[in-house]
């Protein structure tokens, strides 16, 4: 099936389109200042949504420059140059993918979802109807592999209808699967993007979005976290009283910061002030943990359950009955 | 094992490798694999990479090795370490072992041995010999016609599943008798290779029906039963749900939805959700996890004598006809001594034996070979 894709369709899904505007871009600068400007105010106003809220709203009447100001958006966040600033945009970017995708569903424009699986990521979906129920048919490798990255039992694949190959999900649950994907691919446009000929004038702009940019400790993984549960807390607090972890502490720690995106370095400077401290120790089972070392198995983070068995859990209200630390303080995802 | 029983051995697989090695079948894309043996009274050589079928056979008969093994994995360069290798990917294997299905049968072939003093009795291992206090104690699982059957069940399980709902094609599946005690299943296929660990391990917990949430197939607590009617409607969407609904239709009589949501509202939801996961652990299919997420392990080559038993790890073609204890023996019935500690009841090649205890006999070749391999006893001459 062959989509043939509007302007629209190209200021929703900007990445469909190569990303070398940015010559047109200055082009433009010199001859329609007003229109530059325009596309300028969007961009910033895209970035800074990404940084304050996580999330980038509304879009500009005219398509084109909604396209374009993706173009510059770009630009400015790699110009900003911080990895912080690019993942937390880049997610932005792809949540405002997520929202569009869910709007098309409901207008019925299943086309353009079927096409896009397509052709961004390769993956064959298909439409299964009975009775009045809709159901997107994706084969199980494609949903394995993403799936297997969410912590929810709703994920798992026992508990998704499958039949002859094919996991039937709704429209929500589809297009959930790919916003990883999506980012990261936003991140990788950055990251090729070359900045040899960045104007004078907006260096002035890159400045002041730098001072708004996110700090490390704000943005951490995916889902923001804005509290460590009650025994990551403890597991912090005895280290940073200078006191030795159990086991379980020590293990909790180390797959909870994993999980929550943090590299192996920062986490072994967490461990640095334990009285039994041996950097290249700590540092080879934190790697462990995390997969790159040993038989490459990742551990997730332990449950509350076998926390609570160890003496590690120090369960408070805002626990709300969840069953693994990851979990805590998060919406549903 | 003394001298003179390796010996035994050695020169009989020796045999088996000159005379028949069109039994060998080398793995799809040999050049991928990494190989290993194992020589007999030695540890295991891995990372061997080799170029061909000829290759192979050269292999077999140079080291006539107690065993001999192949990766499910493909990788770039499988003669590197383990981190070097540059995995490409792996077929899908399952391991269902009769040992493992605790069969009622288990209590009366399951032995341990004293390897010191040689003392042996049926039942649980105890930790120190009652005869000479040593802690060189070894347990001996057999099998029988009826955990080998029962282990069929499982294959046939396991197939149904594979087919029906994650759509694998027959061709794309091999059976084969492990050589031993069970059965190996062995799946190539696209959809499966690229998989990683995380994803095999799904696939494990699916089959084994763990992790299930019975919410999701419409067994909601708290529902009248209208509404439970309501949401079992679409029970057929869930694998699980067919099977529970096929199971049904077996067993009782009228329409499988109604009795189910009956059943519900009758019992109340935590005694009916307790015999539910009891029926799952049932239905479920009992595979070895370990074995099916590791991509790093190696398997016995098909075609090749398994070491604690002497008979071949065989390609089955129809599992209902498949006999392991007569199609998988290649020795003759020239008369041999042997002196038997202990065995229980076995068959092989259509002929019954034992049980036996501290005897000295002449039985045929292939029998004594597989007692021999299993080590309850030694060749005497
Ligand atoms: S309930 Fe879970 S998250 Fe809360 S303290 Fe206990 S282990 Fe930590
Ligand atoms: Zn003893
Ligand atoms: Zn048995």
Redesign the pocket.
């Known amino acids: 099936m062959e989509l043939s894709l509007g302007k629209r369709d190209y200021a929703r899904y900007p990445f469909l389109k190569e990303a070398g505007e940015l010559v047109r871009l200055l082009d433009l600068s010199l001859y329609d200042v007003t229109k530059f400007l325009k596309i300028l105010d969007r961009a910033k106003e895209r970035i800074l949504q990404a940084f304050k809220r996580g999330k980038i709203e509304q879009e500009l009447e005219d398509s084109e420059d909604e396209l374009l100001s993706f173009s510059l958006a770009l630009f400015l966040v790699k110009a900003i140059n911080n990895e912080f600033a690019i993942k937390r945009y880049s997610l932005a970017e792809a949540l405002r993918v997520e929202a569009f995708l869910n709007e098309e569903f409901s207008n019925n424009n299943i086309s353009i979802i079927i096409y896009l699986f397509k052709r961004l990521f390769k993956i064959e979906i298909r439409e299964f109807h009975k009775d009045e129920e809709f159901f997107f048919e994706i084969p199980f490798k494609d949903y394995l592999i993403r799936a297997t990255k969410f912590h929810d039992e709703s994920w798992k694949l026992i508990n998704r209808p499958l039949y002859h190959g094919y996991v039937r999900l709704k429209a929500k649950d589809l297009i959930r699967l790919i916003r990883e994907e999506i980012a990261l691919m936003i991140e990788e446009r950055i990251k090729l993007l070359k900045l040899a000929k960045f104007p004078e004038k907006l260096k002035e702009i890159v400045n002041d979005l730098k001072q708004k940019a996110p700090h490390p400790t704000l943005w951490i993984g995916r889902g923001e976290v804005k509290d460590y549960?009650?025994?990551?807390k403890?597991a912090l607090k005895e280290l940073e009283e200078g006191r030795n972890l159990p086991h379980y502490g020590r293990f909790?720690l180390a797959s909870y910061m994993l999980a929550i995106g943090k590299g192996v370095d920062e986490i072994v400077g967490l461990f640095s002030k334990a009285p039994d401290f041996k950097e290249k120790i700590t540092r080879y089972q934190i790697e462990h943990i995390a997969g790159l070392k040993g038989g490459g198995t990742k551990y997730r983070v332990?449950?509350?359950k076998t926390?609570?068995e160890h003496n590690?859990?120090?369960?408070?209200e805002?626990?709300n009955?969840?069953?693994?630390?990851f979990?805590?303080g998060r919406k549903n995802e | 094992m003394n001298e003179r029983s390796l010996e035994f051995l050695k020169k009989e697989f020796k045999w088996y490798y000159y005379y028949k090695d069109d039994e060998i079948e080398e793995p799809k894309r040999i050049e991928e694999r990494e190989f290993g043996y194992m020589p007999f009274s030695k540890g295991m050589i891995r990372h061997l990479s080799l170029k061909s079928r000829g290759e192979l056979i050269a292999l077999l008969l140079r080291e006539v090795p107690a065993g001999v093994y192949c990766s499910c994995s493909y990788y770039l360069s499988p003669h590197l370490p383990m981190g070097e290798k540059g995995w490409k990917g792996s077929d899908l294997i399952f391991d269902i072992d009769a040992d493992g299905l605790n069969s009622p049968c288990k209590t009366e072939h399951d032995r341990w041995i004293c390897k010191n003093c040689g003392f042996n009795a049926f039942g649980k291992r105890p930790e120190l010999c009652p005869n000479c206090n040593s802690l060189k104690i070894e347990e001996i699982s057999w099998s029988c016609d009826l955990c080998m059957n029962k282990a069929k069940e499982e294959v046939l399980k396991l197939l149904e599943i594979l087919e029906e709902d994650f759509g694998l094609s027959r061709k794309e599946i091999q059976i084969y008798f492990s050589g031993n005690m069970g059965y190996h299943i062995q799946v190539q296929s696209p959809l499966i290779e690229e998989l990683n660990q995380d994803g095999r391990n799904e696939i494990v917990d699916y089959l084994s029906c763990k992790g299930l949430n019975i919410e999701k197939l419409g067994f909601v607590r708290g529902l009248r039963y209208d509404e439970i009617l309501q949401r079992l409607s679409n029970l057929d969407y869930y694998g699980w749900g067919r099977r529970l609904l096929k199971f049904f239709e077996n067993n009782y009589n009228g329409n499988p939805t109604i009795k189910l949501a009956e059943m519900l509202s009758k019992e109340g939801y935590k005694k009916f959700s307790k015999a539910l996961k009891d029926l799952f652990d049932q239905l479920s299919v009992k595979i070895d996890r370990e074995v099916t997420i590791d991509l790093h392990r190696i398997f016995r080559l098909p075609g090749s004598l398994h070491q604690r038993s002497g008979l071949i790890k065989k390609k089955v073609n129809d599992l209902d006809y498949f006999d392991p204890y007569d199609d998988t023996c290649p020795f003759n019935d020239e008369p041999v001594k042997i002196r038997i500690s202990f065995s229980p009841k076995f068959r092989l090649k259509g002929k019954e034996f034992g049980p036996y205890k501290n005897e000295t006999l002449t039985l045929p070749k292939y029998a004594c070979l597989f007692l021999v391999a299993r080590g309850v006893a030694e060749v005497e001459g």
Do not use: D, G, M
């Not at chain 1, 549960?229 to 990551?232: G, H, I, K, S």
């Not at chain 1, 590690?312 to 408070?316: E, I, S, V």
């Not at chain 1, 009955?321 to 630390?325: F, G, H, L």
């Open positions: 549960p009650p025994c990551v403890h909790l332990p449950s509350c926390l609570a590690f859990c120090f369960k408070t805002e626990c009955n969840i069953r693994n630390p979990q805590f």
